[in-house]
């Protein structure tokens, strides 16, 4: 089955500087990663996702790049803010040995420092 | 529009009393799951559902067991609860197929003593 390291598992940067989370697959099957946040008691909500046909996605202070080759996807988030302090994880999508669903990293818990 | 919703949101059992958690979407989506959720272990899978009808494991099965009583609704039982079944446990739904967006229930939290 698929396995999912993430880096870091804390990540402490000052407001308004950016923050990057690294993960890595090993699967070369899937072909969708998304990325959660979930804060403090809540669940786990998507804030950006994208499919293996696509090297790079944007949404406002957010992107996710892609490298198929080395089987490894980041998010950054540009010009943090304290909203975005949370429990991030990154996920893959595999579809072999008749299994679906995603598997998950285990999370980075980022700091956002005034 | 309720999304994904699971009963109970806490619940403490004794350990080998039996408990049912339930899940329903009103979304209409095919597939379901149950994850859980312990400190420093990410999201794990333990079952899914990929439609009406049918179940699989996922990495966590043992324990429990499942059942996608329609559509809409997909159970999780522990048949004889024990400490090391303590955490969060979240359902979720996607559409399936090539829409794979999961969308999540809002947990509960379960402490087995």
């Known amino acids: 089955g698929e396995n999912v390291e993430q880096h870091p598992s804390t990540l402490s940067v000052q407001e308004g500087d950016s923050a990057v989370i690294k993960c890595t697959y090993s699967?070369?099957?899937?072909?969708?990663f998304p990325w959660y946040k979930q804060e403090l008691g809540k669940r786990p909500q998507l804030i950006i996702d994208?499919?293996?046909?696509?090297g790079e996605k944007k949404d406002q202070r957010i992107a996710v790049t892609l490298n198929k080759t080395a089987k490894h996807f980041s998010l950054h988030i540009t010009e943090t803010q304290p909203e975005d302090s949370a429990v991030y994880f990154c996920?893959?999508?595999?579809?072999?040995?008749?299994?679906?669903?995603?598997?998950f990293g285990k999370g980075t818990h980022l700091i956002i420092q005034p | 529009n309720a999304g994904v919703t699971q009963t109970p949101k806490f619940q403490v059992l004794k350990t080998g009393q039996s408990m049912t958690l339930q899940c329903a979407q009103d979304m209409n989506h095919n597939s379901m799951y149950w994850y859980r959720q312990d400190p420093g272990m990410g999201l794990r899978l333990i079952y899914y559902?990929?439609?009406?009808?049918?179940?699989d494991k996922g990495e966590v099965p043992n324990g429990y067991n499942v059942s996608r009583l329609n559509k809409r609704e997909f159970s999780l039982r522990l048949e004889s609860a024990a400490p090391s079944q303590t955490s969060v446990y979240f359902c979720?739904?996607?559409?399936?197929?090539?829409?794979?967006?999961?969308?999540f229930g809002q947990g509960t939290r379960l402490t087995v003593v």
């Open positions: 979720a739904s996607t559409r399936g197929g090539s829409q794979t967006e999961a969308f």
């Open positions: 996920a893959a999508r595999y579809s072999g040995g008749g299994a679906d669903g995603l598997t």
């Open positions: 559902s990929a439609s009406e009808g049918t179940t």
């Open positions: 994208i499919r293996s046909n696509v």
């Open positions: 699967d070369s099957a899937s072909n969708y």
